[in-house]
């Protein structure tokens, strides 16, 4: 008896679905023997066999609820009563109630997102940070993008409705599409939900930062929870063609991926690791320099407008002369970098190779970056690479960066920093990473309004860092056009290299001051500084201004766009029939150079 009760015991806790299942079953069919039984024993001329009896009485009161027969005699009336109530109970109506639940179960399931897909060739998202809306709202941009699922602890109603919302938010954008998105709720460190969400047929594979721990909560590695996703996933059966993008937040953690993990399994050309705050503290850095370059980046890493292709075993020379849609950027380990609108057009060719320009402009040879004062308000980890950046600019550039940190937005500590700074260039505002999300850019925010006199007195411009879209608007409001929006930055990285993760080593490059080695940075320089010559001048075509830039500075500097009236833009479209094109004194180069 006892192992009976243990065995019962058991079967309750693990499978009491099934166990409520067999007793039913096994309840009605006691319920239909002894029914019909008792009949026959009653009344035996009226059935002639017990096996009549079973055919003909029990089955059909439990399986005929309405049956009822006035003729039979009393005894037999009283039974089938009974058997048919019964029945009616714990047979149709626990029968009914155990479908109608097993039902329940499975909507409940499919709404929590915890039922297994079939789906292939998916960009798949682990763990949800406030990097994510941004994410997914660029790869409505993209050409090729269809399919994204979404594996994260949180709920999954919750999840959804910042979606909805954000794609609300960007109902007025052009050109975009729709897109299945697929949000399942589930543990990012379990080989069954990771199988559930098909991790082995998945395109890409991006395992996001953990943000809902506090560096302080975690003293000793902050990307401890990338680092055990990742071990997971490369421990798996990976197909060559599978990229997986891993967003760390320490620098520690870099070392420990591409050699404890890419180096030993073999998957060095598969395990991106992204430094987002390395990322970010170098393309501020830029953008201090060089204003412009945010409405620059804000193209080239979306997937709308020009953005960068990757050909290998291509030839620089041979697009350039050839290729009037695309503008060879460089080459790297057999790799050709290119810009273009789409990808269909790093195959378009001219007739004949365009012709080398003798040139009716003359470039400067004095030409020099001055030197150039920044305040810095507030601290967070992107501030080291700032900082650094900015010391491999002065060596890159021959010139000097003054830099003022200041520590606090109060009154009294802003005049003792300010007050001996003769003039001031730009003005940056850095956002606080360590707080809440809810809580983010308000320090921002209240420095922007302590130093708008400061701005209009020196002239200065303002660079706004936010890590929230949403506060976009409030910048605005101030007429700081100059913001950068971090986390939408991060995530139009990574949407690219999710695409391309050839990438990769191009975006280093360009984020990248190093005087020793001579990488390529893109850089906005005014046009009487660059060129010598009566103004306005006027060229035939796009491609016309790009070879007689190029081929008069020896190859040093690639023309990519022109900014006229504050406006920026990308060179775009057929290159060769864009028109006459004019550059004016005011006007400035995007260049791309070393």
């Known amino acids: 008896m006892n192992r009976i009760k243990k065995w019962l015991s058991i079967q309750q806790s693990q499978n009491a679905r099934l166990l409520l299942l067999v007793g039913i079953v096994l309840f009605n069919v006691l319920l239909w023997l002894v029914s019909s039984i008792v009949a026959y024993l009653i009344d035996?001329?009226?059935?002639?066999?017990?096996?009549?009896?079973?055919?003909?009485?029990?089955?059909?009161?439990?399986?005929?609820?309405g049956f009822y027969d006035p003729s039979l005699s009393p005894p037999i009336r009283i039974i089938s009563i009974i058997v048919i109530i019964t029945s009616m109970i714990t047979f149709s109506g626990g029968i009914i109630a155990y479908v109608a639940n097993l039902f329940s179960s499975i909507i409940e399931h499919a709404r929590k997102g915890r039922s297994a897909l079939y789906i292939y060739d998916h960009i798949l998202i682990l763990n949800w940070n406030t990097k994510a809306l941004e994410l997914i709202a660029d790869y409505r941009f993209d050409e090729n993008v269809t399919e994204i699922v979404v594996l994260s602890q949180f709920e999954k109603d919750d999840i959804e409705k910042q979606i909805k919302r954000k794609m609300y938010d960007m109902a007025d954008r052009k050109h975009t599409k729709k897109m299945k998105i697929i949000v399942k709720e589930g543990d990012v460190y379990s080989k069954q939900d990771l199988d559930h969400v098909c991790l082995s047929e998945a395109k890409t594979i991006i395992i996001l930062a953990n943000e809902d721990e506090r560096q302080s909560d975690i003293p000793n590695n902050p990307d401890i929870l990338s680092i055990k996703s990742l071990m997971l996933i490369a421990n798996t059966h990976l197909r060559p063609e599978q990229t997986i993008i891993v967003e760390i937040r320490d620098e520690s953690t870099l070392p420990l991926i591409m050699d404890k993990i890419s180096r030993q399994l073999s998957?060095?050309?598969?395990?991106?690791?992204?430094?987002?705050d390395e990322m970010l503290g170098r393309?501020?850095?830029?953008?201090?320099?060089?204003?412009?370059?945010?409405?620059?980046?804000?193209?080239?890493?979306?997937?709308?407008?020009?953005?960068?292709?990757?050909?290998?075993?291509?030839?620089?020379?041979?697009e350039y002369v050839f290729n009037p849609c695309a503008i060879p950027v460089f080459e790297r380990h057999g790799i050709l970098y290119m810009l273009s609108e789409s990808e269909r057009h790093l195959d378009q060719r001219r007739p004949e190779p365009f012709p080398k320009f003798d040139g009716h402009v003359q470039l400067r040879h004095d030409f020099s970056y001055p030197e150039t004062t920044i305040v810095i308000f507030g601290k967070n980890n992107k501030l080291k690479f700032i900082l650094d950046s900015l010391k491999w600019f002065e060596k890159d550039a021959n010139t000097t960066v003054h830099i003022t940190h200041i520590p606090g937005n109060d009154p009294k500590t802003i005049t003792k920093y300010i007050k001996d700074i003769e003039k001031i260039d730009t003005i940056l505002v850095l956002s606080d990473d360590h707080l809440d999300p809810k809580d983010f850019d308000s320090s921002v925010l209240v420095t922007l309004l302590m130093i708008q006199e400061i701005a209009k007195s020196h002239q200065?411009?303002?660079?706004?860092?936010?890590l929230n879209p949403r506060h976009y608007d409030i910048a605005k409001s101030y007429n700081i056009d100059n913001t950068i929006i971090s986390n939408q930055y991060v995530s139009r990285i990574i949407t690219q290299l999710s695409k391309n993760p050839s990438l990769y080593p191009l975006y280093m490059e360009l984020l990248t001051y190093d005087a020793e080695n001579a990488s390529y940075e893109i850089y906005t320089f005014p046009v009487e500084t660059m060129i010598q010559s009566e103004w306005p001048i006027t060229f035939a075509s796009t491609s016309e201004l790009i070879h007689t830039i190029y081929d008069t500075s020896d190859a040093t500097f690639m023309p990519i766009g022109q900014i006229s009236s504050g406006v920026v833009e990308i060179f775009h479209g057929n290159l060769d029939h864009t028109g006459p094109i004019t550059l004016e004194p005011g006007d400035q180069l995007i260049v791309l150079c070393k």
Do not use: C, R
């Open 283 to 318: 393309l501020i850095a830029q953008t201090i320099l060089y204003p412009y370059l945010n409405q620059v980046f804000q193209e080239l890493l979306s997937f709308a407008g020009m953005e960068f292709y990757s050909k290998h075993n291509g030839s620089f020379s041979d």
């Open 44 to 65: 035996p001329d009226l059935y002639g066999s017990i096996v009549s009896s079973l055919w003909s009485s029990g089955i059909t009161w439990m399986l005929e609820p």
């Open 267 to 276: 998957l060095e050309h598969q395990i991106i690791p992204i430094l987002s």
């Open 460 to 466: 200065a411009k303002i660079v706004l860092e936010l």
